[in-house]
């Protein structure tokens, strides 16, 4: 029942993934599949995650069908995202391979939560992906989502080894796993193990879900935790879910320029020139 039933479809700024160093401005073709495995307290698209795909039958189409829709809205990336895609991995295979074969990039916005040897098969169709990188500690991650990190952590490694390029997105759900200790012990573990390259994402907790009763991520503590990341060797450290905090802009590590310059999903102005700042050739990771 799950096999070329996707519960929904859209067109995407590739900045809501979010991905800010893949295409900067590129329009998506979003997809997703009802199901998660995990079981998220905060989860805000709990109505298709919790459910089955015999709950949905709004579409029906074969992954040839899929790159069809999207050559009709003139759109040559394709995204697996808002419910977790490694939930229906035979149809997101099937898809990417022929997306590739056909000239598309392909991108994966996952939890994580997947073994090694389809992760590895997977690869050579992803051009990138982004990772929820729920907190630090197990026993946080089994209360918040009912699985564990190791696999996660596992997942991060593997991505960058195999040259999908990668971004990790951190919620910080208010009371917990929005505490100092944790943010700098992500931190910490992201910088020793090859990941200050890669942007990281804090995004800003809403109340949702089973976790109504919580307030909002206090916006200081989102600043403090981008003060901590930077601090810890973390290059490229965004603020999401909050435009008051003006915290999406890309600038260079090295001299500080605004490179690009967002409002919103809308991209305001890109300078970075052959992946280098242009004003002082620093070099920036990313697919530009």
Same mark, same amino acid.
């Given at each position: 029942m799950g096999y070329g039933n996707p519960c929904s479809l859209a067109i /995407?700024?590739?900045? +809501? +993934?979010?991905l800010f160093h893949f295409l900067p401005g590129r329009k998506i073709f979003s997809m997703a599949m009802a199901g998660c495995n995990f079981s998220c307290l905060n989860c805000q698209n709990w109505e298709i995650s919790q459910s089955s795909p015999e709950d949905f039958k709004k579409y029906d189409l074969t992954p040839e069908e899929v790159l069809k829709l999207a050559e009709k809205q003139h759109v040559d990336c394709v995204a697996f995202t808002y419910t977790e895609p490694i939930v229906f991995y035979e149809y997101v295979f099937d898809v990417a391979k022929k997306a590739h /074969? !056909?000239?598309? *990039? =392909?991108?994966?916005? =996952?939890?994580? &939560?997947i073994n090694e040897q389809p992760l590895l098969e997977l690869c050579p169709y992803l051009d990138a992906a982004n990772v929820d990188l729920k907190c630090i500690r197990d026993d946080v991650y089994c209360r918040l989502t009912g699985g564990h990190l190791q696999p996660v952590m596992n997942t991060l490694k593997i991505l960058k080894a195999q040259g999908v390029w990668l971004e990790i997105t951190n919620l910080l759900v208010s009371g917990i796993s929005d505490c100092s200790d944790m943010i700098y012990e992500m931190c910490d573990w992201l910088v020793k193990n090859g990941f200050e390259d890669t942007p990281l994402h804090f995004s800003r907790f809403f109340p949702a879900y089973k976790l109504r009763n919580l307030k909002p991520t206090p916006e !200081?503590?989102?600043?403090? %935790? +981008? *003060?901590? %990341?930077? %601090?810890?060797?973390? +290059? &490229?450290?965004?603020?999401?879910? /909050?435009?008051?905090?003006?915290?999406?802009n890309t600038f260079c590590p090295k001299c500080k320029h605004l490179l690009v310059e967002r409002s919103g999903y809308a991209i305001k102005q890109n300078v970075v020139q052959d992946g280098l700042c242009n004003l002082c050739g620093e070099s920036i990771p990313g697919v530009w």
């Amino acid at each position: 029942m799950g096999y070329g039933n996707p519960c929904s479809l859209a067109i /995407d700024p590739i900045e +809501k +993934k979010p991905l800010f160093h893949f295409l900067p401005g590129r329009k998506i073709f979003s997809m997703a599949m009802a199901g998660c495995n995990f079981s998220c307290l905060n989860c805000q698209n709990w109505e298709i995650s919790q459910s089955s795909p015999e709950d949905f039958k709004k579409y029906d189409l074969t992954p040839e069908e899929v790159l069809k829709l999207a050559e009709k809205q003139h759109v040559d990336c394709v995204a697996f995202t808002y419910t977790e895609p490694i939930v229906f991995y035979e149809y997101v295979f099937d898809v990417a391979k022929k997306a590739h /074969d !056909r000239g598309f *990039k =392909t991108v994966l916005i =996952t939890n994580g &939560y997947i073994n090694e040897q389809p992760l590895l098969e997977l690869c050579p169709y992803l051009d990138a992906a982004n990772v929820d990188l729920k907190c630090i500690r197990d026993d946080v991650y089994c209360r918040l989502t009912g699985g564990h990190l190791q696999p996660v952590m596992n997942t991060l490694k593997i991505l960058k080894a195999q040259g999908v390029w990668l971004e990790i997105t951190n919620l910080l759900v208010s009371g917990i796993s929005d505490c100092s200790d944790m943010i700098y012990e992500m931190c910490d573990w992201l910088v020793k193990n090859g990941f200050e390259d890669t942007p990281l994402h804090f995004s800003r907790f809403f109340p949702a879900y089973k976790l109504r009763n919580l307030k909002p991520t206090p916006e !200081r503590l989102l600043l403090q %935790a +981008k *003060k901590m %990341a930077e %601090a810890a060797g973390i +290059k &490229y450290v965004y603020l999401g879910n /909050d435009p008051n905090l003006n915290g999406e802009n890309t600038f260079c590590p090295k001299c500080k320029h605004l490179l690009v310059e967002r409002s919103g999903y809308a991209i305001k102005q890109n300078v970075v020139q052959d992946g280098l700042c242009n004003l002082c050739g620093e070099s920036i990771p990313g697919v530009w």
